[in-house]
Nanobody, 122 residues
Framework: VQLQASGGGLVQAGDSLRLSCAAS??????MGWFRQAPGKEREFVAA????????YYSDSAKGRFTISRDNTKNTLSLQMDSLKPEDTADYYC??????????????????WGQGTLVTVSS
């Protein structure tokens, strides 16, 4: 499975941004978004499960970000609203077959796209 992320950029606090991830070479049970700020560990942002369409969010993303998946196009999107400077990071899409209890763990995903940088200025 190959993943291609896009949509990052420089925005101001309060603005919105939409990230996209195009998947090819197969479908995965779950796809998710993670982010990594300089000097910090990669952290979970949101995930979507193919079976049942369940969605999962980190506390920081809940209420501001919306993850969605277009199964016909095999793409994953992350609509980010009310962006804050602390959202600044490289954002990565991931795909795999994590069990529900591991869906927030980067180690549970087998496939990763390249990062797309999101910078939010204050």
């Amino acid at each position: 499975v190959q993943l291609q992320a896009s949509g990052g950029g420089l925005v101001q606090a309060g603005d919105s941004l939409r990230l996209s991830c195009a998947a090819s070479g197969g479908r995965s049970r779950a796809m998710g978004w993670f982010r990594q700020a300089p000097g910090k560990e990669r952290e979970f942002v949101a995930a979507h499960r193919w079976d049942g369409g369940y969605t999962y969010y980190s506390d920081s993303a809940k209420g501001r970000f919306t993850i969605s998946r277009d199964n016909t196009k095999n793409t994953l999107s992350l609509q980010m609203d009310s962006l804050k400077p602390e959202d600044t990071a490289d954002y990565y899409c991931a795909a795999g077959s994590p069990i529900v209890g591991m869906i927030r763990k980067p180690t549970a995903y087998a496939y990763w796209g390249q990062g797309t940088l999101v910078t939010v200025s204050s």
